[in-house]
């Protein structure tokens, strides 16, 4: 049984959560020959503030600063 664990940054919708739930869970019974109903998958929403990529927090990085503002402002 596929046990899935995927961070995203908080502001995601219900509907894109699905949908990736969807995607992923197709292709572990594509590729795993996983049983669609054992594939188990969960999602930690997490904050600009507590993630760094490269040494530099997401909430402080000006290369991220379109996509953190559109995730905050569907918040």
Partial sequence: MPNITVELLRG????????FA????????????ARRQDVRMVF?????DIVANGGVLASEDDSRAGVVASLADDA
Avoid at 22 to 33: E, S
Avoid at 44 to 48: A, L, R, V
């Fill in 44 to 48: 930690s929403e997490i904050t600009p």
């Fill in 12 to 19: 995601r919708t219900v509907e894109q959560r699905r949908d």
């Fill in 22 to 33: 969807k995607a992923v869970a197709d292709h572990a019974v594509a590729i795993l020959g």
